[in-house]
């Protein structure tokens, strides 16, 4: 575990030199392309997930390819564990796709190595116009327009009734239940069911960390790019954590680390063996498909009196800046954000689609579990919630270092106190503040 984190770190500090320099040599290298081609061009389109969504983005591509005939599209796709070490490398190496995915803090932080095109550049092959204000202003860094929301997503907790079932747990009221009660849920779920099924599938993420700092008034991260967050919060956070693992309510350290970045169907709610997950709302149909179960969505624990959920964009779209066919990519970019042959081949797979249009013109083609995660997202924005802000450069490895100390807490290698001293020492580092 700790020679993988040094290679994250080592490959991190790579990538960060390689695209300084990338940037310092900016002025000199010839510009994209962005004026309109007529001859046939080829285009690489790159994202990360399992073999569903390959599928039925391979048929967006198809539809788009038949409406596009003088522009091939060269799909590059893999597993989420190496997709960004990947990126990483082709970035720096000067081989990037032309449209990439990307997710989380991610457009920022190559937004701000100059290594995305400003969309600006291409808004005659772009419409961007019909996307929700929100999911616009997701996309944005410094006010300049990196990334094309795929669809809205929030963190959920989701459910197996059949695993409450036969452990005779009766399922919470998500109106009113805290953490606290989330905890003794879990321990209870675990208590009555076989050896190898948990009340808790995991213990907590990164992305959790944001939400339990948001309910303490708290933000990760600052509107002027600053940590948001204080000891005590980041305590309480690993406390928790420990103590889902100690009381059995989470598997083991051993068994959780084993379970890092592992397939849909490799988790513990996708093989039916656990009661509750906490995750993303677009994961529901996937974790549903493998479960072979009927899930739901629940709000989060502690959402009183201070929610600490919001909306986010599930994925983004974004163009190289030196794809040396911009135009084209941001046809195929306008086509899978505006146009419905693809809406209503790709769904919600990517989140609940951003364009009210394209909301509409798949909403009688949503399985149950689809049209649950579009109802949980209609019940999400109508809450009030704090802004959400994007990370500042360097934050994409917080993440790494949570989980990395998160490990070091379950096994017992470092105290809630000591993790928490180690966390925003490390942190405030990565993002140079």
């Given at each position: 575990?700790?020679r993988?984190?040094?290679?994250?770190?080592?490959?991190?500090?790579?990538?960060?030199a390689?695209?300084?320099l990338?940037?310092?040599?900016?002025?000199?290298?010839?510009p994209?392309?962005n004026?309109?081609?007529n001859g046939?061009?080829?285009?690489?389109?790159?994202w990360?997930?399992?073999?569903?969504?390959?599928?039925i983005?391979?048929?967006?591509i198809?539809?788009?390819?038949?409406?596009?005939?003088?522009?091939?599209?060269?799909?590059?796709?893999g597993?989420?564990s190496?997709?960004?070490?990947?990126?990483?490398t082709?970035?720096?190496?000067n081989?990037?796709?032309?449209?990439?995915t990307?997710?989380g803090a991610y457009?920022?932080?190559?937004a701000?190595?100059g290594?995305?095109?400003?969309l600006s550049k291409v808004?005659?092959?772009?419409?961007?116009?019909k996307l929700?204000?929100?999911?616009?202003e997701?996309?944005?860094?410094?006010?300049a327009?990196?990334?094309?929301?795929?669809?809205?997503n929030?963190?959920?907790?989701?459910?197996n009734?059949?695993?409450?079932?036969?452990?005779?747990?009766a399922?919470p009221?998500?109106?009113k239940?805290?953490w606290?009660?989330?905890?003794k849920?879990?321990?209870?779920?675990t208590?009555?069911s076989?050896?190898?099924?948990y009340?808790t599938?995991?213990?907590?993420?990164?992305?959790?960390?944001d939400a339990?700092a948001?309910?303490?008034?708290?933000?990760l991260?600052?509107?002027?790019?600053q940590l948001?967050?204080?000891k005590?919060?980041?305590?309480?956070y690993?406390?928790?954590?420990?103590?889902?693992?100690?009381?059995?309510?989470?598997?083991s350290?051993?068994?959780?680390?084993?379970?890092?970045n592992?397939s849909?169907?490799?988790?513990?709610?996708?093989?039916?063996?656990?009661?509750?997950?906490?995750?993303w709302?677009?994961?529901l149909t996937?974790?549903?498909?493998?479960?072979?179960?009927?899930?739901k969505?629940?709000?989060?624990?502690?959402?009183?009196?201070?929610?600490?959920?919001?909306?986010?964009?599930?994925q983004?779209y974004?163009?190289?800046?030196?794809?040396k066919?911009?135009?084209?990519a941001a046809?195929?970019?306008?086509?899978?954000?505006?146009?419905?042959?693809?809406a209503?081949?790709?769904?919600?797979?990517?989140?609940?689609?951003?364009?009210?249009?394209?909301?509409?013109?798949i909403?009688?083609?949503?399985?149950?579990?689809?049209?649950?995660?579009?109802?949980y997202?209609?019940?999400i924005?109508k809450m009030?919630?704090?802004?959400t802000?994007i990370?500042?450069?360097?934050?994409?490895?917080?993440?790494?270092?949570?989980?990395?100390?998160?490990?070091d807490?379950l096994?017992k290698?470092?105290?809630?106190?000591?993790?928490?001293?180690?966390?925003?020492s490390e942190?405030?580092?990565?993002?140079?503040?």
């Amino acid at each position: 575990m700790a020679r993988k984190s040094l290679r994250i770190i080592r490959k991190s500090i790579a990538f960060v030199a390689a695209l300084g320099l990338m940037g310092l040599t900016a002025a000199c290298s010839s510009p994209s392309s962005n004026q309109p081609e007529n001859g046939p061009v080829e285009i690489r389109f790159s994202w990360w997930g399992n073999a569903t969504r390959a599928d039925i983005t391979s048929k967006a591509i198809k539809e788009f390819e038949a409406a596009n005939p003088n522009i091939k599209v060269k799909p590059e796709y893999g597993d989420i564990s190496g997709y960004f070490d990947k990126l990483a490398t082709q970035v720096a190496a000067n081989d990037a796709p032309d449209v990439i995915t990307m997710g989380g803090a991610y457009p920022a932080e190559y937004a701000n190595r100059g290594a995305l095109l400003d969309l600006s550049k291409v808004k005659d092959s772009l419409d961007l116009s019909k996307l929700d204000p929100g999911a616009l202003e997701n996309g944005q860094v410094k006010g300049a327009q990196y990334g094309v929301s795929t669809g809205a997503n929030a963190l959920a907790i989701v459910v197996n009734p059949a695993v409450f079932q036969a452990a005779g747990v009766a399922l919470p009221d998500d109106s009113k239940w805290t953490w606290d009660d989330f905890a003794k849920t879990a321990k209870d779920i675990t208590d009555k069911s076989p050896k190898g099924t948990y009340g808790t599938a995991t213990v907590l993420t990164h992305d959790s960390l944001d939400a339990f700092a948001r309910q303490r008034g708290k933000s990760l991260y600052t509107q002027d790019g600053q940590l948001g967050l204080d000891k005590d919060t980041v305590q309480a956070y690993f406390d928790y954590s420990l103590k889902l693992s100690e009381s059995g309510a989470a598997p083991s350290a051993s068994e959780t680390v084993e379970k890092l970045n592992v397939s849909t169907e490799q988790t513990l709610m996708g093989m039916g063996q656990a009661g509750m997950m906490l995750t993303w709302s677009n994961s529901l149909t996937a974790l549903s498909k493998a479960s072979g179960a009927e899930l739901k969505l629940l709000k989060l624990p502690g959402e009183t009196p201070t929610p600490g959920i919001w909306l986010q964009s599930s994925q983004f779209y974004t163009i190289s800046a030196r794809s040396k066919h911009t135009d084209a990519a941001a046809k195929l970019v306008n086509f899978l954000v505006n146009n419905e042959a693809a809406a209503k081949i790709v769904q919600s797979d990517r989140g609940v689609p951003s364009n009210a249009g394209m909301r509409t013109a798949i909403q009688d083609l949503l399985t149950p579990q689809g049209k649950t995660e579009a109802a949980y997202i209609d019940q999400i924005g109508k809450m009030e919630f704090a802004p959400t802000f994007i990370g500042p450069t360097g934050s994409t490895a917080v993440s790494e270092i949570t989980a990395r100390i998160n490990t070091d807490v379950l096994f017992k290698r470092l105290t809630p106190e000591k993790a928490a001293e180690q966390w925003l020492s490390e942190s405030k580092a990565a993002i140079g503040k």
